[in-house]
């Protein structure tokens, strides 16, 4: 799992790159939870363009992050996924705490014009 | 067609990626939609990581079983491990269940495994084992 990380104003953007398991939340963990307290993240933006893979533990990994901005009025929001992705993130009920959009281009909309 | 296979591994997390890899190059021959096939990857993946997180709470030096059957386009799925058991198996199958809250876990793992697979069965014994049974019937194309 690779991911590139922008941080604009008050936003973090992640790109992911891989598969979103167990086997690759430790890093991607070790590498973002820090950056969003630092930097006082309120949105994330998850990019799953190139993530062809995602499991339950993808979806804890982006419910721990929701639970981080949560208190400064945050929002998650997440685009790109693919349909397997799709079933998975409707599976576990995210929906209610996160925006889907089609690609970045419509999530940096959103954003601005909050 | 008949065939099987059966394995045992680490418990440690990078080995979730080899379980999914196997049982793909186990089903190579078959002629499954890619749909099934990441249905199946899926089951797999949520069933290793419950046995190394929970079962064995990441103690490599433990193993974890996986064996997988084929007969009549019907694939049989078990994963075994001799950790610490599930004391009531009906709560920890609820949606949103987690021992481990504090640690983003999304308590979704039996709850995938029940959606995406034909047949679900999960036994065990406190402090002994967990044996996660399942069942996914498809159609070669």
């Known amino acids: 799992m690779n991911v590139q990380m922008t941080i604009r104003g008050g936003t973090l953007v992640m790109r992911l790159k891989g598969d979103l398991d167990q086997a690759s939340i430790e890093s991607l963990k070790r590498k973002s939870v820090d950056i969003i307290d630092k930097y006082y993240i309120r949105n994330i933006v998850f990019n799953f363009e190139e993530v062809s893979f995602m499991d339950s533990s993808g979806i804890g990994y982006i419910i721990g992050r929701y639970t981080q901005v949560k208190n400064r009025r945050g929002r998650i929001i997440v685009c790109s996924m693919n349909s397997l992705i799709e079933r998975i993130f409707n599976l576990s009920g995210l929906k209610r705490i996160c925006s889907v959009v089609e690609n970045e281009e419509q999530a940096t909309k959103i954003l601005e014009a909050a | ?141």
């Open chain 2, 1 to 141: 067609m008949k065939n099987e296979m059966h394995v045992s591994f680490s418990a440690q997390n990078s080995n979730v990626i080899f379980a999914r890899t196997i049982a793909l190059g186990f089903l190579v021959n078959l002629k499954i939609s890619v749909n099934v096939l990441n249905e199946i990857k899926t089951v797999i993946s949520e069933a290793v990581t419950n046995a190394i997180v929970h079962g064995y709470k990441n103690d490599a030096t433990k193993l974890v079983e996986m064996d997988m059957y084929i007969d009549s386009e019907e694939l049989t799925i078990v994963v075994k491990d001799y950790g610490v058991g599930i004391e009531d198996v009906e709560v920890a199958k609820q949606p949103m269940y987690s021992t481990k809250e504090s640690e983003d876990r999304a308590g979704l793992g039996f709850t995938i495994m029940e959606v995406f697979t034909d047949e679900l069965v999960v036994e065990s014994k406190l402090n002994e084992y967990t044996i996660v049974t399942m069942k996914k019937r498809y159609h070669e194309e």
